[in-house]
């Protein structure tokens, strides 16, 4: 049973445009939600988090929204960019744990479109 | 600036061969996990380690082994190799404590089965 799912394996969206990436939760014991970011044959890179308590977290371009009561968080990337054609990972944990072992969905493969 | 190293980025074994993957960080990190990453299927925890001997099973431990014998260390066992071990192997570490599941990553090892 996926735990947190990503719903589009993929995207694609106009330079300049915003992309929107969307990502559901089940557990509702999860407090703590990532977004990571994958180019090929890298690793994924961290870009932005957000805690249960906030609802909203902006850095630069990249803005995660988080809505509990539909266990629900989305990605904003804003103006979207060549450089932002990657894969988007989404991922969540609980921040009580020792281990910080955290959930991934299984991407979405953004593609920005020139 | 966290470095987590891998030690191949692409690495060809034949079927029944013991392979080893290692994967070293230099960031003084509690934890560290291993992930395979496959087309579909996103990032799937094999193992991970929170302290030094500790190990923990992941989603899809069958077929591997681990070992963390120093804090900075953690090694990926393919016992007997199987072409359904093909795939991309990533290492990640994190901080343990409260704060963040930031887990940071290294560049992968492709590995191909043959």
């Known amino acids: 049973d996926q735990q947190v799912k990503q719903n589009s394996p993929s995207l694609s969206v106009q330079e300049g445009r915003i992309s929107i990436l969307n990502c559901d939760y089940t557990n509702s014991m999860f407090d703590y939600f990532l977004w990571y970011k994958k180019y090929p044959a890298e690793g994924p890179t961290f870009l932005i988090s957000?805690?249960?308590?906030?609802d909203k977290n902006e850095d630069g371009r990249f803005t995660v929204f988080l809505n509990k009561s539909a266990k629900h968080l989305s990605l904003h990337i804003v103006p979207s960019q060549p450089g932002d054609s990657a894969v988007y990972f989404c991922a969540a944990g609980q921040l009580m744990n020792r281990d910080d072992k955290i959930i991934f969905g299984k991407g979405t493969r953004l593609h920005i479109l020139p | 600036d966290v470095k987590v190293t891998q030690s191949s980025r692409y690495l060809v074994k034949r079927t029944g061969e013991k392979v080893f993957l290692e994967c070293v960080q230099d960031?003084?990190?509690?934890?560290m996990f291993w992930y395979r990453q496959d087309p579909g299927l996103g990032l799937r925890l094999i193992y991970f380690s929170y302290d030094v001997k500790m190990k923990e099973k992941g989603d899809i431990p069958e077929g591997y082994s681990v070992s963390r014998e120093k804090k900075e260390r953690f090694s990926l066992i393919l016992e007997s190799a199987s072409t359904n071990q093909t795939s991309m192997y990533l290492c990640?570490?994190?901080?343990?404590?409260?704060?963040?599941?930031?887990?940071?990553f290294g560049p992968g090892t492709r590995l191909t089965v043959t």
């Open positions: 990640a570490s994190s901080s343990s404590g409260i704060g963040s599941n930031e887990q940071y």
């Open positions: 957000i805690s249960s308590i906030k």
């Open positions: 960031m003084d990190h509690e934890n």
